[in-house]
């Protein structure tokens, strides 16, 4: 395993996982107050901070470990085997924060220095109006995971600029102190990510905080003259190396269910007919099953992995599609072993509080995020197959 540079020292990866595992096991002791709380809290956000996994995707200029790819998701997947909701933060943070890198050098130079965390929405639902030498952002989105302890906040927004004939998808970089948040985060899964709504009023951003979409997703590259060439995240396609990690931590997940339902199998012994579980064929059967799906679902993110990291030497073929459907089918079969685990342990396992309900809900939570419906990756990828344009970007 590689070092990586950090702060005028290298850390390991070895570092980096025992970091990992030291926010889950916080997240987990945490659970049932992140639950009540609909938020992680400020000690988790912290410890992933100074574990410097949430600076692990900056560039090397700005003092970053720069991990690569298949580093991030070992990271994401450790996390998700004690708390998934920890694990979409520690994904997101770090992810977010390399944000600024596809921005100019003064408003990367800006946020990075800061030293804040970033959060993001994309959906394209605010407005932005001309002023000076930039714009006034207004608008109202949904979803922003992690804003509470987050200090810039990308909006998604069409922006019609002079020289160009069409409006073009940004995200423009606001101060998380220039808008409102509004904690309406109520769900059944995925409660610790904080997930609340953000409202701008008219909130000025100059040029040089205004992430061009487009072109990231176009050229891969920042609008830059002299940009770091070995920078990972320039050589991907922008938007499904943006996902990846909503599998790895359904994997982490599914990677627990399997060890509970393990524990759980091996004590337990039906009233029906006495047979001590983990000695019969139902079970055994069961968990191999289970077993052998999960180490499918460990082949694709690999070979979702690879197609990224070979995007370009593979002369950038690889459709949006394809990284959609090869992405959600491993979230599926993530879903499936855990639903396959509650039903073969009965009612016993329908109680409050325990790993299965909590692992349950979060991991079905990851496939309903709008990356990860498996229906219309496969619609997608399907037209592509056939030589029509899918219309979605990964």
């Known amino acids: 395993m590689g070092n990586y540079a950090v702060q005028d020292r290298d850390v390991t990866v070895e570092e980096l996982l025992a970091g990992a595992e030291k926010v889950g096991i916080l997240a987990e002791q945490e659970a049932l107050e992140a639950e009540k709380n609909a938020t992680i809290s400020e000690n988790v956000v912290n410890l992933i901070k100074e574990t410097q996994i949430s600076r692990i995707m900056l560039p090397k200029k700005y003092g970053g470990p720069q991990v690569d790819l298949k580093t991030f998701a070992k990271i994401v997947r450790k996390v998700a085997n004690y708390n998934i909701s920890a694990a979409w933060l520690t994904y997101l943070y770090p992810l977010h924060n390399m944000l600024p890198s596809f921005l100019p050098e003064k408003g990367a130079d800006e946020i990075i220095n800061q030293g804040g965390l970033i959060c993001d929405i994309f959906a394209a639902l605010g407005k932005a109006e001309k002023d000076g030498d930039?714009?006034?952002?207004?608008?109202?989105?949904?979803?922003?995971?992690?804003?509470?302890?987050?200090?810039?906040v990308g909006v998604g927004v069409m922006i019609q600029f002079p020289d160009n004939p069409k409006p073009v998808y940004c995200l423009p970089m606001l101060k998380v102190s220039e808008v409102e948040v509004v904690n309406n985060w109520d769900t059944f899964g995925l409660r610790g990510?904080?997930?609340?709504?953000v409202i701008a009023d008219n909130v000025y951003v100059p040029m040089e905080r205004i992430l061009r979409l487009d072109e990231a997703e176009l050229t891969r590259r920042p609008p830059l003259e002299n940009y770091d060439k070995d920078y990972p995240f320039y050589h991907v396609p922008f938007f499904p190396s943006f996902y990846f990690g909503f599998a790895a931590m359904a994997l982490g997940g599914?990677?627990?269910?399997?060890?509970?339902?393990?524990?759980?199998?091996?004590?337990?012994?039906?009233?029906?007919?006495?047979?001590?579980?983990?000695?019969?064929?139902?079970?055994?059967?069961?968990?191999?099953?289970?077993?052998?799906?999960?180490?499918?679902?460990?082949?694709?993110?690999?070979?979702?992995?690879?197609?990224?990291?070979?995007?370009?030497?593979?002369?950038?073929?690889?459709?949006?599609?394809?990284?959609?459907?090869?992405?959600?089918?491993?979230?599926?079969?993530?879903?499936?072993?855990?639903?396959?685990?509650?039903?073969?342990?009965?009612?016993?396992?329908?109680?409050?509080?325990?790993?299965?309900?909590?692992?349950?809900?979060?991991?079905?939570?990851?496939?309903?995020?709008?990356?990860?419906?498996?229906?219309?990756?496969?619609?997608?990828?399907?037209?592509?197959?056939?030589?029509?344009?899918?219309?979605?970007?990964?």
Not at 193 to 197: E, F, H, L
């Open 134 to 152: 930039g714009y006034r952002i207004s608008g109202k989105w949904s979803f922003v995971s992690g804003v509470n302890f987050s200090d810039w």
């Open 254 to 394: 599914a990677e627990r269910i399997l060890k509970e339902f393990k524990v759980l199998t091996e004590k337990r012994v039906r009233l029906m007919d006495g047979v001590r579980e983990s000695e019969s064929p139902r079970s055994q059967r069961v968990l191999a099953e289970m077993t052998t799906e999960f180490h499918a679902a460990e082949a694709l993110i690999d070979k979702y992995i690879n197609l990224l990291e070979n995007y370009e030497k593979d002369g950038c073929v690889t459709q949006p599609g394809e990284f959609f459907a090869i992405r959600t089918k491993a979230i599926k079969i993530c879903v499936d072993i855990a639903v396959r685990a509650l039903l073969t342990l009965g009612g016993g396992a329908l109680y409050k509080g325990g790993p299965m309900e909590l692992f349950l809900r979060d991991i079905m939570a990851v496939a309903t995020h709008k990356t990860s419906l498996y229906e219309d990756s496969v619609a997608a990828y399907g037209k592509e197959l056939f030589g029509f344009d899918s219309g979605v970007r990964g």
């Open 193 to 197: 990510s904080g997930s609340n709504q």
